[in-house]
Structure formats: structure tokens, C-alpha cells
């Protein structure tokens, strides 16, 4: 089947403006992640949703950072005022959460330039 | 949170040659998974591993919970393997947490 897919891929931004991320889980996937890659670096956890319940938000960097999964499938990563800082790669990740298996699978990612 | 540390963090080989990368992370962790970034940054599934040992391929990994660390063996290694190689663990050991990546072994194999 299809995998998780993220639009746009690429998004340039100036500063100050609000951008919106999507993500696509894989079909019938519980849990759904973000997470900010910065270059040279390993992605870092952002928010997590097990269906529509943001369980985890801990890794929002600022208030200015906002995810939701309003019914539970498709998320939207939005992030307000954007700041030359905010530039990195946006992954999103699905799990099944099959038994006590929690593989992740992830998305292409979401490139932001904040200029 | 669980602490992630990979090494080496760079590796040049010629094609043909075996490479062992190895994955320290601080505490119990009831899952592991390799990943290997490609050129174009995707991340792409290896191993979901938390103890033991699998293959697939030219690639396997092993496991050693007890002692905190993970290897990924890539034997007769090709161009197509260059890229950065990640292992990630769920930050607070449990399973259905967010992951903390270690920062990579960037591994390029030259003709």
C-alpha cells in the first residue's frame, strides 16, 4: 500500500508569515508523529497523536508551533510567525501499534526556508 | 530521556569492503530500529529490533539489551549504501513514544 506522504514538499516562507504542513499517515495506522531535522543533525521529536488524542506535545520548541488530527487520520503541523530558525526538514511518521510492535514509518518530509 | 550515541560518525570504504556501526543508548529500551537516510532524506526502515539478531541481506543487525547496544553489520558494501545511517529508540524506553535519534554515521562507499 501507499506510504506516508507530506505536502508540500518544499515551502518557502518569510519571516513573520504562518505555514501549514500536512501529513498522510499510512491507511489504518494508530499513532502519528512529527518531527524537526535540522541539517547535519537527527530528526527530534516534536508531538505525537494516537488517533485524534495529542498524547505528547513536549517537543514543541515554541507556542508558535501547533499540530492537530482532527478525525483521526490525515495531521497538520502549523506553525505561526515563522522565524529563520523554524528552517529545517519536517518528517511525520505513522505506527500501527500492532501487539507490541511500534515500528515507525516515515514521510518524505516537508522542507522549510524561512527567509 | 534515554541518551543515543553512534559511532563511528563517519566512514569512508571502498566498494567491496565490510563495515560494522554501533549504537549506545543510555537506558532499558523495549524498541530499537535502524534506519538509512538516503541522498534525497528519506528515511528508510532497516531493522525494528529490540533484542536478537535479523539479516536481510547483505545487512543485519544485533541487539544486546541487557548492555545497552545495537549493531548494524553491512557486508560487500555498494555505492547505493552511501548516506547516513540512524538508530532511533523511544525517548523514555517505552514502546509507543516518540523516538530519540542518535546523530548519525555518515557512511560514504566509493567506487
Known amino acids: 500500500g501507499a506510504g506516508v506522504s507530506q505536502s508540500p514538499r518544499y515551502k518557502v516562507a518569510k519571516r513573520g508569515q504562518d505555514v501549514a504542513l500536512r501529513c498522510d499517515p499510512i491507511s489504518g495506522h494508530v499513532s502519528l508523529f512529527w518531527y524537526q531535522q535540522a541539517l547535519g543533525q537527527g530528526p527530534e521529536f516534536l508531538t505525537y497523536?494516537?488517533?485524534?488524542?495529542?498524547?505528547?506535545k513536549s517537543g514543541l520548541p515554541s507556542d508558535r508551533f501547533f499540530a492537530e488530527r482532527p478525525e483521526g487520520s490525515v495531521s497538520t503541523l502549523k506553525i505561526q510567525r515563522t522565524q529563520q530558525e523554524d528552517s529545517a526538514v519536517y518528517l511525520c511518521?505513522?505506527?500501527?501499534?500492532?501487539?507490541?510492535?511500534?515500528?515507525?514509518?516515515f514521510g518524505p518530509g516537508t522542507r522549510l526556508t524561512v527567509t | 530521556g534515554i541518551q543515543v550515541e553512534q559511532s563511528p560518525p563517519d566512514l569512508i570504504l571502498q566498494e567491496g569492503a565490510n563495515s560494522t556501526l554501533r549504537c549506545n543508548f543510555s537506558d532499558s529500551v523495549n524498541n530499537l530500529q535502524w534506519f538509512h537516510q538516503n541522498p534525497w532524506g528519506q528515511l528508510i526502515n532497516l531493522f525494528y529490533?529490540?533484542?536478537g539478531t535479523k539479516q536481510n541481506g547483505r545487512l543485519s543487525a544485533t541487539t544486546v539489551a541487557t548492555e545497552r547496544y545495537s549493531l548494524l553489520y553491512i557486508s560487500s558494501s555498494q555505492t547505493t549504501d552511501s548516506g547516513v545511517y540512524f538508530c532511533?529508540?523511544?525517548?523514555?524506553?517505552?514502546?509507543?513514544?516518540?523516538?530519540?535519534f542518535g546523530k548519525g554515521t555518515h557512511l560514504i562507499i566509493q567506487p
Open positions: 497523536f494516537q488517533n485524534e488524542a495529542q498524547l505528547d
Open positions: 532511533a529508540v523511544p525517548y523514555s524506553g517505552g514502546g509507543a513514544d516518540g523516538l530519540t
Open positions: 529490533i529490540p533484542s
Open positions: 511518521a505513522s505506527s500501527l501499534v500492532r501487539g507490541s510492535t511500534y515500528e515507525q514509518y
